[in-house]
């Protein structure tokens, strides 16, 4: 009972209204279970650092959707960004990995009025080794930076890991360094692409830490307690951490490619997770005469273990790390992907495999590009007519050149070329 009266003083300190059965479009809904009460927010919790679901299919996304109060990318959003861009639109779009957003029509009104708009997205740096699924964001904006062609800058959250995790200074500015390799190997465009150090910019541009100050006066104590869970014993750093986060969604934070224009909107593709610090960046936005950023959500991958559990960098077997190689990647499939087959050969043609559960198929979802041979895939497993050892023959397939690939890109990543993507400058694009 304390615990929810606490939270509806929360709602009101972040809303200025009393906490009703109701919500706005821009706050998580109260009547929906907002990770506040009742047996589903065990099943089902997410917040910028921890994702926890019981559930073998994952965490339930529609139920999320109400529960953040964003939008759902359906088939008519979809239509018209293929309208407007001239062809077929990301798989990650067509299968639902992005699955979520706001106010995405408000930039696609911009693009179809030749009016600009530039993309944000992040790492934070944790470790020196980042595994597939911290690459699905990147691979996603860079296909939003070709076909829009449009300007991006990329967030390395050094100091966000120095201030959560046991790491010092150096090691954490390492890290950022070392995970940008592995950012700028998937092919982003070095003249229209900023990557940029928290450690090392913010303290270089009075532009950028003026727009941190002007946050950090519009929000709350209480608020970011409401938004982020913070509790007394939290170091001011992290308190104040997410008006570093929220900066970049305002183009006045980088002069030399905006000069001090403020009327750029900005598109955020990013995990659902991060909705949180842009939630509240959307409710300061127009506090500070600023537009507020657009974004698109994208769902979890799953660790190999099954969707219920957790990646983690400290746990080798729990994804697939871009420095594995062909035989580790070929040994963790088979050994430790979870699999939607059935006990036994006899179980499995007679009653077929559950493509829902099976992460296997999952990371096909993510990684296959042929729509056609998936749909044959999820047929011929469910059905039962392909086992288990056939499916994850395939993903094996699939994530060794894929894996190879990038390692190659990222072996031709000089520190000259970290060091230019990393250089504050003119980004090539017209801002008339």
Known sequence: MQKLSSLKMSYKAATGEDYKATCSSENPAPGSKGGLDDTEAEEDFVDPWTVQTSSAKGIDYDKLIVRFGSSKIDKELINRIERAIGQKPHHFLRRGIFFSHRDMNQVLDAYENKKPFYLYTGRGPSSEAMHLGHLIPFIFTKWLQDVFNVPLVIQMTDDEKYLWKDLTLDQAYGYAVENAKDIIACGFDINKTFIFSDLDYMGSSPEFYRNVVKIQKHVTFNQVKGIFGFTDSDSIGKISFPAIQAAPSFSNSFPQIFQDRTDIQCLIPCAIDQDPYFRMTRDVAPRISY???????????????????????????????????????????????????????????????????????MYLTFFLEDDDRLEQIRKDYTSGAMLTGDLKKILIEVLQPLVAEHQARREAVTDEIVKEFMTPRKLSYDFQ
């Not at 537009?291 to 991958?301: D, G, I, R």
């Not at 099954?306 to 050994?335: E, H, P, R, W, Y």
Request: proline fraction near 4%.
């Open 291 to 361: 537009p507020k950023p657009a974004l698109l959500h994208s769902t979890f991958f799953p660790a190999l273990q099954g969707a219920q559990t957790k990646m983690s960098a400290s746990d080798a077997n729990s994804s697939i790390f871009l420095t594995d190689t062909a035989k580790q990647i070929k040994n963790k499939v088979n050994k430790h992907a979870f699999s939607g087959g059935r006990d036994t050969v006899e179980e499995h043609r007679q009653f077929g495999g559950n493509c829902d559960v099976d992460v296997s198929f």
